[in-house]
């Protein structure tokens, strides 16, 4: 009997134990580690890519048959660089007839002695005079409307340059608005070079007529009728020389052509778009920065500069320029968003970016040196608290903690934590405070 009620006895103990172990809490695997001193940056990461502040449209400066470009979209060109060329030979000719025209007038003032004036030219001349008042008074009113439609583009371009600074309007639009304000003061010029004219054509018809009704012995009105005609032509071959000047059209800066707009030689209107140059020493990097963070960002502000198109390992920019106001923009997701647009300046000698260039960007918007954090992914939130698991006497502690600047990968820790504190570094979904933890 006393066998078998030891044997019974002993079961029994072996299965309390067997019990125990089965039965009692298990803990918890998790990755820890300590509470350690780093550098934290915090930053806006975006996509960005690479624009030029400055280009240039090199267009038609007047009508006429456009000479074949030779030059194709990626040539690099210098300041002054003969670029475009229309035919000049009409201007040269009729260059070459004024200039003629003008060596008779001074041939005619040397030869006024031996010239008459005749009575008969009384009529002629009073016409002549009453022509060239009407002539005067039809280009004031062309150079009146001329000078209303240049200050009118001219406000128009100026309404476009403000849009695009606000990142409502595109570049392209600001290029259609100069050109249209160029294009303007062109007929205004000109409209006032026929104004002068014409002012030039009456006096010489009142010296016509100041001949036939003037001494037949003194000739001298003929010397200031033929002066004032030498004078009229000069004017009108100054025009053709502007024109001739002109004709040859030279890259404003040194840069890549961006776009080639005539394939072939042309005849085209004035204005009519040749060439793109961009200014590479404008080259700037662009990126859209969701509305509300924009307000963390501050001109000069530090900027890691990374990406494939990066061949350096701490490329850095700076902010150059935030945008007052912000856009809608819709993303990937086909979410609508507020953006705003912030431009960031680079070495351009230490990185050779050509425009387009897509690239990461992460604007740092506060730094903390030697501060004391854990890793990010070892905090979270539990109505608006911020907490962390310590681990103390093999338990996981829920510990309250401040949080001030934080990144993908570190929380600076402000209060809450002691240096060399071991915390879980990714707390389980089942983790609770209290909770047994073995490390992983």
């Given at each position: ?174 290029e259609v608005a100069e050109r249209a304000s160029k294009s303007a003061n062109e007929q205004r010029r000109a409209a006032e070079l026929s104004l002068e004219t014409a002012r030039k054509g009456r006096e010489i018809a009142a010296l016509g007529e100041s001949r036939v009704t003037g001494s037949v012995d003194d000739n001298e009105y003929l010397r200031e009728a033929y002066r004032a005609q030498a004078e009229s ?115 351009r000698e230490e990185l050779n970016l050509r425009p387009g260039t897509r690239l990461d960007v992460q604007i740092v918007t506060g730094e903390s040196d030697n501060a004391l954090a854990v890793p990010e992914r070892a905090t979270f ?60």
């Amino acid at each position: 009997m006393l066998k078998k009620y030891g044997g019974a006895m002993a079961g029994l103990a072996l299965v309390s134990v067997i019990a125990y172990y089965a039965l009692r809490p298990q803990p918890v695997i998790v990755e820890i580690g300590p509470v350690e001193r780093v550098d934290v940056r915090e930053y806006i990461a975006e996509e960005a890519k690479t624009r030029l502040a400055d280009e240039y449209i090199i267009d038609m400066p007047d009508a006429g048959l456009l000479k074949r470009i030779e030059l194709e979209v990626g040539d690099e060109v210098e300041a002054g660089q003969v670029v475009a060329s229309m035919d000049t030979f009409p201007i040269e000719q009729q260059l070459a007839g004024i200039e003629a025209r003008i060596a008779e007038a001074e041939a005619y003032m040397r030869g006024v002695d031996t010239q008459k004036p005749k009575e008969e030219d009384l009529d002629t001349a009073a016409v002549r005079v009453k022509e060239a008042e009407d002539a005067i008074q039809i280009a004031q009113r062309e150079l009146e409307i001329a000078r209303i439609a240049a200050e009118d583009a001219e406000k128009e371009r100026k309404r476009v340059q403000d849009l695009v600074a606000g990142g409502v309007a595109s570049p392209r639009d600001l290029e259609v608005a100069e050109r249209a304000s160029k294009s303007a003061n062109e007929q205004r010029r000109a409209a006032e070079l026929s104004l002068e004219t014409a002012r030039k054509g009456r006096e010489i018809a009142a010296l016509g007529e100041s001949r036939v009704t003037g001494s037949v012995d003194d000739n001298e009105y003929l010397r200031e009728a033929y002066r004032a005609q030498a004078e009229s032509l000069r004017a009108e071959a100054q025009i053709a020389r502007d024109r001739l000047e002109r004709a040859v059209m030279r890259a404003p800066v040194s840069g890549p052509v961006l776009d080639k707009f005539v394939k072939d030689s042309a005849t085209l209107v004035p204005g009519a778009p040749l060439l793109r140059i961009g200014d590479m020493a404008s080259a700037e990097i662009e990126c859209d920065v969701l509305s509300e963070e924009a307000g963390r960002i501050q001109p000069g502000n530090s900027v890691a500069l990374l990406g494939k198109a990066i061949t350096g390992e701490n490329a850095a920019g700076a902010v150059k320029q935030i945008y007052p106001a912000a856009f809608t923009k819709i993303s990937s997701l086909g979410i609508e968003q507020q953006r705003v647009r912030v431009l960031i300046d680079y070495d351009r000698e230490e990185l050779n970016l050509r425009p387009g260039t897509r690239l990461d960007v992460q604007i740092v918007t506060g730094e903390s040196d030697n501060a004391l954090a854990v890793p990010e992914r070892a905090t979270f939130r539990r109505e608006g608290q911020s907490y962390v698991f310590k681990v103390v006497g093999g338990r996981a502690v829920l510990t309250p903690v401040r949080i001030g600047l934080k990144n993908d990968t570190w929380a600076e820790v402000l209060e809450g934590l002691n240096e060399g504190d071991t915390v879980v570094f990714e707390p389980e979904n089942d983790l609770e405070d209290g909770s047994l933890v073995s490390p992983r």
